[in-house]
């Protein structure tokens, strides 16, 4: 049974551009939720879908958009990339209700 | 808003002997989650240990066991018989359920944890 799984591992950007990370939530799973984790911080909230539909929104611009597909998986999409963007973007899938069980993050860098 | 709090950035524990990881938080809901994660170097989060505000009743899940103490609003994790393993980032993290989708979850900012051989 896969876990929740993330593409790219890694990523290099440079400033301005825009960039698409992937996540396939666990079996069972329907609803994702996308964090931003910077170095030596916890994560923060950036948003939640559910239903194909967001359904909850962090402290976070509109550069960061999402898109939830008819079979669960979801795109965090960021456009117009700051040096501020470099995180490490972890995805997590639950059942409602359910625990959040989280992959292995996509590690962003931003040149 | 919710906040939660870790405020011991670092810790240091012989292997087999026992620590405890302090979390405090904030929030006016009486109903609500609570967990400690745990991110090795490896980058994945994973759950510990969950703790429901509405159970007094302390959570344990083998070596792990919380002290959750909802006046105060302490939530501290215990390990016992530490091992090599347990190495890692320790995140205290806040849910409160929401009626609609799976709620998020609040992080605070994690505690590192070395086990000394």
């Known amino acids: 049974d896969a876990g929740v799984t993330q593409s790219p591992t890694h990523l290099i950007k440079t400033r301005g551009q825009q960039v698409t990370l992937r996540c396939s939530p666990k079996s069972g799973h329907d609803t994702v939720s996308w964090y931003q984790q910077a170095l030596g911080q916890g994560p923060q909230f950036i948003f939640q879908?559910?239903?194909?539909?967001?359904?909850q929104r962090g402290n976070f611009p509109d550069r960061f958009s999402g898109h939830q597909f008819p079979n669960y998986s979801s795109e965090l999409n960021v456009n117009a990339l700051l040096l501020g963007d470099s995180a490490l973007y972890l995805c997590?899938?639950?059942?409602?209700?359910?625990?959040?069980?989280f992959g292995d993050g996509t590690r962003l860098s931003i040149l | 808003a919710q906040t939660v709090t870790q405020s011991q950035p670092e810790m240091s524990v012989q292997e087999a002997e026992t620590v405890t990881l302090s979390c405090t938080y904030d929030t006016s809901e009486n109903n609500y989650y609570l967990f400690w994660y745990k991110q090795p170097p490896s980058r994945q989060m994973i759950l510990v240990i969950r703790?429901?505000?509405?159970?007094?009743q302390n959570a344990t899940e083998n070596r792990f066991s919380v002290n959750f103490q909802k006046a105060a609003k302490s939530f501290s994790l215990k390990i016992s018989d530490s091992q090599l393993g347990d190495t890692a980032m320790y995140f205290c993290?806040?849910?409160?359920?929401?009626?609609?989708?799976?709620?998020?979850?609040?992080f605070g900012k994690g505690i590192t944890l070395s086990v000394r051989p």
């Open positions: 703790q429901e505000a509405y159970k007094q």
């Open positions: 993290a806040f849910m409160k359920p929401n009626t609609g989708a799976n709620s998020k979850l609040t």
């Open positions: 879908y559910y239903e194909e539909e967001e359904r």
């Open positions: 997590a899938s639950s059942s409602r209700p359910g625990n959040q069980h």
